[in-house]
């Protein structure tokens, strides 16, 4: 069920949605946290629906804010979304025009639901600092997606870090990791010495990848960033160097990797790319700290103040 309501106010939107619930026979919230999905842009709903699936294995309520703060006419109009249109969800879409989105968390304080986690998340462009924004204040997790953002945009996210921040290209290489992790576990058991981290140049992922092999192995990690037309984005390959030979992990599709090593068969491993629905799903599993995330920043950044100036 969807319902618009057009120049509204916020106590009208909170009426409005539970006397909907109450009309489909739902009285009971059961939601375990407020989702805010902010943007300046009109809405993707690809990102909805990827909230909408997290929601099957967290149900929540999203508020979706629009805001649009260059315009003439100061409004807001609503749109609710409960039963088959929301998933396990409430959906609230909010888009606000002029003078409204001024003091812009308190479109949204009126609908959070009461004592449960704040999560926001930016899937486009994000504050520089999530956790000074006026919506980062009141969520206890900000997400934001740095492959939808400038280079800059996250160097600067990063220099700014606040515990509860994270970002999607973190998300990503969770099975990466796995797999790298996996790799050391097995024989031969020789110490790593270097590692090798090829990927695109646009590429934060990668970025993040060299800076935890080489905050966990303590060894030099040489980063390859490397054109569109070499390597097609996100990580390209890890090698593992080794006295007895290099372990090295590379992606071969989209879908596939290769696993090489030493006096064993090559081995093919499936690792697709994680689509939008599971980075989400996976990062409302934490709703404090990240402090792996937290080390991985801060020691990145470290590096970038060390590091030569050309």
């Keep these: ?13 909170a009426r409005r949605l539970v006397a909907m619930r109450l009309e489909g026979g739902v009285s009971a919230l059961g939601r375990v946290l407020t989702l805010i999905i902010a943007t ?20 929540m309520r999203v508020i979706v804010l629009v805001a649009n703060p260059a315009s003439a006419e100061p409004r807001l109009d609503a749109e609710i979304r409960v039963g088959a249109d929301a998933g396990a969800s409430d959906v609230v ?30 899937p486009g462009n994000a504050p520089e600092r999530p956790g000074a924004h006026p919506l980062g204040r009141i969520a206890q997790r900000r997400i934001t997606d740095s492959a939808a953002s400038p280079a800059e945009a996250f160097a600067a996210r990063a220099s700014d870090y606040t515990p509860g921040d ?28 270097s590692v090798e981290v090829v990927g695109g140049a646009d590429s934060p992922s990668t970025k993040l990848l060299a800076t935890w092999l080489e905050l966990m192995l303590q060894v030099p990690v040489d980063c390859r960033l ?12 890890v090698a593992l160097r080794r006295a007895s030979g290099d372990a090295v992990l590379e992606r071969v599709s989209t879908d596939r990797a290769v696993l ?3 006096g064993q068969p090559r081995h093919e491993i499936s690792l697709p790319r994680r689509t939008l629905r599971e980075c989400l799903a996976e990062e409302l599993r934490i709703l404090d700290e990240d402090s792996m995330y937290g080390g991985v920043v801060k020691q990145l950044e470290t590096n970038n103040r060390t590091e030569p100036q050309s």
Aim: charged content about 20%; glycine content about 4%.
């Design 93 to 122: 879409v909010l888009r606000a025009y002029g003078e409204v989105c001024t003091g812009i968390e308190s479109l949204v304080t009126g609908l959070l639901l009461p004592d449960a986690p704040v999560v926001v998340w930016w």
């Design 166 to 193: 994270t970002d999607l290209a973190w998300t990503r290489l969770t099975r990466w990791r796995e797999y790298l992790a996996a790799i050391l576990d097995q024989p031969p058991f020789d110490p790593v010495t």
């Design 1 to 13: 069920m969807i319902e618009h309501l057009p120049n509204t106010t916020v106590s009208k939107v």
């Design 40 to 59: 300046s842009e009109p809405i993707d709903e690809s990102v909805v629906e990827a909230a909408n699936h997290a929601s099957s294995e967290h149900p």
């Design 260 to 262: 090489s090593q030493p």
């Design 226 to 237: 490397e054109d569109r037309s070499t390597v097609s984005g996100g990580v390209r390959s």
